[in-house]
DNA sequence: CAAAAATAAGACTAAATTTTCTTATTTGCA
DNA sequence: TGCAAATAAGAAAATTTAGTCTTATTTTTG
C-alpha cells in the first residue's frame, strides 16, 4: 500500500526528481529513467505522458527523443506533481470519511487533522525541486546500479 | 478515492466511533450501525467482524445479536483501529515511494514528512474514544438518519 | 529513402480493493 | 420445537488501480 499518494503519483514525483538532478532539457528516455527508479518502463512512459500534458514535463519524438524537465527546477514544486497526478482531494476530504466535514460539523479530528494537512501541503509547496537537488541526487544514487 | 485510510478503514473508524458514542456493551446490528454511517451492511458486517477477532469489538450472534464495543471507550484511541485494519505502514513507509529511506539515504522530505508522519501518528493515539465522545455524538447526530 | 528507436494513444489484461451474495450457525422466543 | 433474525465465513461480482501490449507517428541516421 502506498502512503498518501497513488503509485502513479509517487513514480510520477520519482521521474520528475531524477529528471530535475540534471540540467534543464536534458533528454531521458522512458528507458532510462525506468531502469533508474525502478518501474515498468511502459507504465513511466504513461505516466510521463500525463505530465506532459500538464507542462511540467516536455517530450521528444523519434530515434534521439525523450522526456525533459520543461519548466526550470527553480519552479517547479513537488505539489505541482501530486496535482497533476492525484489531485488535491486529499487536501479536502475528511481523514475519516465522514460527509460534510466542517467547522460546524467536524469530525473527531477535525482541528487536528486540518492543521497537519496544511503542514503537508505547505511541505510539499515551500520548496522548489531546485532547493531539494543535492538531497535528490544523493538519493537518486543511491538507488542501486 | 481516500486520504490516508483504506475505506475500510474509514468505515471502521466510523463504526467504532458510533458505538463509543453509547454506553459500554450496547448491542447494534450490523445494519443499524451501516444505516447510521451510510455504508452497505454486509461491508460493515465484515470489518466489524476483523475488529471483533482483534478484540476491540465483540459480538452476539442470534435473533437479538449484534456488534459491541468489548473494550472501554477509555482505552481505546483512533490508532488502535487504524493498526487492526490497515496496518501501521503508512508510519514506516516512504511518502515519495522510494525505496530504503532512511538518515543516511533520505528522501527530499524524509524529514519534514517524518515529523508529520509522527504528528499524525501522535493525533491518533493520543485521544481516548471516551475523550472525543462529546465530538462524535454531535458528528454522529449530524449524519443524517 | 529506409531502418531504427523513440513517444503517443488507446485497447487490453492483471491485481487489488470494494461490495454483494450465499450458506451455515447461533440464539431468542412463541 | 420450529421460526425468525442475527453474526460468521467464504465465494463471487464489480470497481478501481496498476501494468502491458499493440499500433501509429515522429525523428535521426546510414
Given at each position: 500500500?502506498?502512503?498518501?499518494?497513488?503509485?502513479?503519483?509517487?513514480?510520477?514525483?520519482?521521474?520528475?526528481?531524477?529528471?530535475?538532478?540534471?540540467?534543464?532539457?536534458?533528454?531521458?528516455?522512458?528507458?532510462?529513467?525506468?531502469?533508474?527508479?525502478?518501474?515498468?518502463?511502459?507504465?513511466?512512459?504513461?505516466?510521463?505522458?500525463?505530465?506532459?500534458?500538464?507542462?511540467?514535463?516536455?517530450?521528444?519524438?523519434?530515434?534521439?527523443?525523450?522526456?525533459?524537465?520543461?519548466?526550470?527546477?527553480?519552479?517547479?514544486r513537488l505539489i505541482d506533481?501530486v496535482?497533476?497526478?492525484?489531485?488535491?482531494?486529499?487536501?479536502?476530504?475528511?481523514?475519516?470519511?465522514?460527509?460534510?466535514?466542517?467547522?460546524?460539523?467536524?469530525?473527531?479530528?477535525?482541528?487536528?487533522?486540518?492543521?497537519?494537512?496544511?503542514?503537508t501541503y505547505t511541505m510539499l509547496s515551500n520548496q522548489t525541486?531546485?532547493?531539494?537537488?543535492?538531497?535528490?541526487?544523493?538519493?537518486?544514487?543511491?538507488?542501486?546500479?
Amino acid at each position: 500500500m502506498t502512503v498518501i499518494f497513488s503509485k502513479k503519483c509517487e513514480l510520477g514525483l520519482q521521474a520528475v526528481l531524477y529528471l530535475s538532478a540534471f540540467p534543464k532539457n536534458t533528454l531521458f528516455s522512458a528507458l532510462e529513467i525506468s531502469e533508474k527508479i525502478n518501474a515498468p518502463k511502459e507504465f513511466v512512459s504513461k505516466i510521463l505522458q500525463t505530465l506532459t500534458s500538464s507542462g511540467i514535463v516536455g517530450s521528444k519524438k523519434g530515434n534521439s527523443g525523450g522526456f525533459y524537465l520543461k519548466i526550470d527546477p527553480g519552479s517547479v514544486r513537488l505539489i505541482d506533481v501530486v496535482s497533476a497526478i492525484d489531485g488535491l482531494d486529499l487536501f479536502r476530504n475528511c481523514v475519516l470519511g465522514f460527509p460534510g466535514c466542517s467547522v460546524d460539523e467536524p469530525c473527531p479530528v477535525h482541528e487536528s487533522w486540518g492543521k497537519l494537512r496544511n503542514e503537508t501541503y505547505t511541505m510539499l509547496s515551500n520548496q522548489t525541486l531546485a532547493e531539494l537537488r543535492d538531497i535528490t541526487v544523493n538519493k537518486i544514487n543511491s538507488l542501486k546500479k
